[in-house]
C-alpha cells in the first residue's frame, strides 16, 4: 500500500536524478530528451488538471532551484503544460498513444515557446533571435522526448505474459 503512494514521487526522484546525470551522456548533436517532462506528462494524464498543475510546479520549482537562470521560469512553464495536459485528459478525450504522442510533442512547443517568452521579456532580445532555436532545439528535443515516451508507451501496453517470460 504504502509504496502506491511513493511510486509517483520515487518517478519524478529518478527522473530528476537521471536528467541532471545521465541523460547529457546520451545527447545526439547535443540534444537531449527531457524526462521530467515526460514523467510530468504521464502524471497528468493520469490524474487531471489540479495534480498535474501542483506537480508542474513542485517539479519546475526543483529545477528552478537546481539551475536558478531566472527563478520561476521552470516553474511557470511546467504549471502550465501540466495545467494543459490534464486539460486534454479530462475535457477533450481520452485517446490511443498515438494521439497522445501528439500532444506530447505540442506540449513540448508550447513549453519552450513560453520558455522562450520569459526569457525575451528577461534578456530583451528580439523575437527573431529566438525562433530559430524553436526549429534547431526544441522540434529534435520533443521528437527524442516523444519517442522515449513511446518506449514507457510500448512497456505499458505490452501482455503481462510477454513481460514474465
Not at 60 to 84: E, M, R, V, W
Not at 93 to 101: I, Q
Not at 135 to 155: D, G, M
Request: include cysteine; hydrophobic fraction near 55%.
Amino acid at each position: 500500500m504504502i509504496m502506491h503512494y511513493l511510486k509517483w514521487p520515487m518517478l519524478f526522484a529518478a527522473c530528476f536524478i537521471l536528467q541532471t546525470s545521465f541523460v547529457p551522456s546520451l545527447s545526439i548533436f547535443g540534444v537531449k530528451p527531457d524526462l521530467l517532462m515526460v514523467i510530468l506528462f504521464f502524471f497528468s494524464i493520469r490524474y487531471g488538471i489540479m495534480p498535474g498543475v501542483f506537480v508542474g510546479f513542485f517539479v519546475g520549482l526543483t529545477q528552478d532551484l537546481y539551475t536558478p537562470a531566472i527563478l520561476g521560469q521552470n516553474a511557470f512553464t511546467k504549471t502550465i503544460i501540466g495545467a494543459c495536459i490534464g486539460l486534454f485528459n479530462e475535457k477533450v478525450m481520452r485517446t490511443d498513444p498515438f494521439v497522445k504522442t501528439i500532444i506530447l510533442f505540442v506540449m513540448f512547443l508550447i513549453h519552450d515557446s513560453l520558455f522562450m517568452l520569459v526569457s525575451l521579456a528577461k534578456n530583451t532580445n528580439h523575437f527573431f533571435v529566438m525562433v530559430p532555436d524553436l526549429f534547431v532545439k526544441t522540434i529534435p528535443r520533443a521528437l527524442y522526448s516523444v519517442a522515449v515516451a513511446a518506449l514507457f508507451y510500448a512497456w505499458e501496453f505490452l501482455p503481462k505474459t510477454a513481460r514474465r517470460r
